[in-house]
T-cell receptor
Framework: NAGVTQTPKFRILKIGQSMTLQCTQD?????MYWYRQDPGMGLKLIYY???????DKGEVPNGYNVSRSTTEDFPLRLELAAPSQTSVYFC????????????FGSGTQLSVL | AQTVTQSQPEMSVQEAETVTLSCTYD???????LFWYKQPPSRQMILVIR??????QNATENRFSVNFQKAAKSFSLKISDSQLGDAAMYFC?????????????FGAGTILRVKS
């Protein structure tokens, strides 16, 4: 059982480049989330989705875009990467609003130089 | 919007002793969930313990227990018989039951160091 899978695990981008962080889950979860974790800080919500075709902004959405065309996949797109986007990115999912826990991916460490 | 505050950036404990990590939160809701997550150097997010706000009884998971004070909006984590493997960053988190999306809101974290 794979759970939540994130790719890549590490990436270095140059300023102005674009990339997509992939997230897929095989648990048929409706709720999916993207968080970023800056060094020594807590996780902040970027975007979330409550089902296929439905996405909404979180606390820090600027510079990012998402889509949710299937239940399984929730990619995060960075356009025109900036040094301020250097962070660790976590994808998470849960079955419902009253689920006992969120399942987290192993994270993507992104550096923008 | 809800907020979660962890006032201890760093804590240390001697192996086999007990340590308590503090967490306070702000909300106007009456029903919600509270969590403690552990993040070791591997970066993996590991659920330590969960508390439902409607339950008066404090949650316990082996050596981990919480002191949930709903009126004071306080949710501390007690680790008994500390082990070297407990060394990690610990996050307190809040999850709304009613708010759209049921997002998890995290505190800034507490680094726990365990001394042998």
């Amino acid at each position: 059982n794979a759970g939540v899978t994130q790719t890549p695990k590490f990436r270095i981008l140059k300023i102005g480049q674009s990339m997509t962080l992939q997230c897929t889950q095989d648990m048929n979860h409706n709720y999916m989330y993207w968080y970023r974790q800056d060094p020594g800080m807590g996780l902040k919500l970027i975007y979330y989705s409550v089902g296929a075709g439905i996405t909404d902004k979180g606390e820090v959405p600027n510079g990012y875009n998402v889509s949710r065309s299937t239940t399984e996949d929730f990619p995060l797109r960075l356009e025109l990467a900036a040094p301020s986007q250097t962070s660790v990115y976590f994808c998470a999912s849960s079955y419902s609003s009253i689920a006992k826990k969120l399942f987290f991916g192993s994270g993507t460490q992104l550096s923008v130089l | 919007a809800q907020t979660v505050t962890q006032s201890q950036p760093e804590m240390s404990v001697q192996e086999a002793e007990t340590v308590t990590l503090s967490c306070t939160y702000d909300t106007s809701e009456s029903d919600y969930y509270l969590f403690w997550y552990k993040q070791p150097p591997s970066r993996q997010m590991i659920l330590v313990i969960r508390q439902e706000a409607y339950k008066q009884q404090n949650a316990t998971e082996n050596r981990f227990s919480v002191n949930f004070q709903k009126a004071a909006k306080s949710f501390s984590l007690k680790i008994s018989d500390s082990q070297l493997g407990d060394a990690a960053m610990y996050f307190c988190a809040y999850r709304s039951v009613m708010e759209y999306g049921n997002k998890l809101v995290f505190g800034a974290g507490t680094i726990l160091r365990v001394k042998s």
